[in-house]
């Protein structure tokens, strides 16, 4: 079955770029009719949704997050990515990727990887 | 504040039953039936019990039940059990994706 692993950066700087990678194993990323999504959760807080891709490449991005929040592609490795510009310590949270879709819960998802934003 | 209301705690006893509320508005939940459930233990990522409002995915116990009337859902929780102590969150998926604050469920 399906099965996404986060990877990236522990600890990023204040102002600097958070990327993670979701990386996708037990089925192709490039198939229609499957949105890969990223959530995040703060310390002792409730689920965010971030935003997601398609497999074509198109995005849909929480209002609140777009102007910092860019996610790609990339179907020859079977991942998606997540870029956060400007990040600050309300950026600190266990990131979360998802396969989800119009209409479908969000299922499987990863183990979650935590981001601390910190000088 | 989310964009679906939950009450932040719920409990029961083990044996009873516990039902949680999610409220949203006509243009999620009202007006679609694409409300999931999901189930967050300590330490571990969500897990969903409950889509499309009534529907249980393989292996989850049916003591999990889902409804909906207008613009709220509902999880219902029958016949409690000390692993059912967890964080529920619910979610509405037409279009932009949207989280409840998630409701803690004690097993007293």
């Known amino acids: 079955q399906v099965q996404l692993q986060e990877s990236g950066p522990g600890l990023v700087k204040p102002s600097q770029i958070l990327s993670l990678t979701c990386t996708v194993s037990?089925?192709?990323?490039?198939?229609?009719?499957?949105?890969w999504s990223w959530i995040r959760q703060h310390p002792g807080k409730g689920l965010e949704w971030i935003g997601y891709?398609?497999?074509?490449?198109?995005?849909y991005y929480n209002p609140s997050l777009k102007s910092r929040v860019t996610i790609s592609i990339d179907t020859s490795k079977n991942q998606f990515s997540l870029r956060l510009s400007s990040v600050t310590a309300a950026d600190t949270a266990v990131y979360y990727c998802?396969?989800?879709?119009?209409?479908?819960?969000?299922?499987?998802w990863g183990q979650g990887t935590l981001v601390i934003v910190s000088s | 504040q989310s964009a679906l209301t939950q009450p932040p705690s719920a409990s029961g006893s083990p044996g009873q039953s516990v039902t949680i509320s999610c409220t949203g508005t006509s243009n999620d939940i009202g007006g679609y039936d694409y409300v999931s459930w999901y189930q967050q233990h300590p330490g571990k990522a969500p897990k969903v019990i409950i889509f499309?409002?009534?529907k249980r995915p393989s292996g989850v116990p049916d003591r999990f039940s889902g409804s909906k009337s207008g613009n709220t859902a509902s999880l219902t929780v029958s016949g409690l059990q000390a692993e059912d102590e967890a964080v529920y969150y619910c979610s509405s998926s037409a279009g932009t994706r949207l989280f409840g604050g998630g409701t803690k469920l004690t097993v007293l």
């Open positions: 891709i398609y497999y074509s490449g198109s995005t």
């Open positions: 499309e409002v009534t």
């Open positions: 998802a396969k989800d879709g119009f209409g479908v819960p969000l299922d499987p």
């Open positions: 037990g089925g192709s990323i490039n198939r229609g009719g499957n949105y």
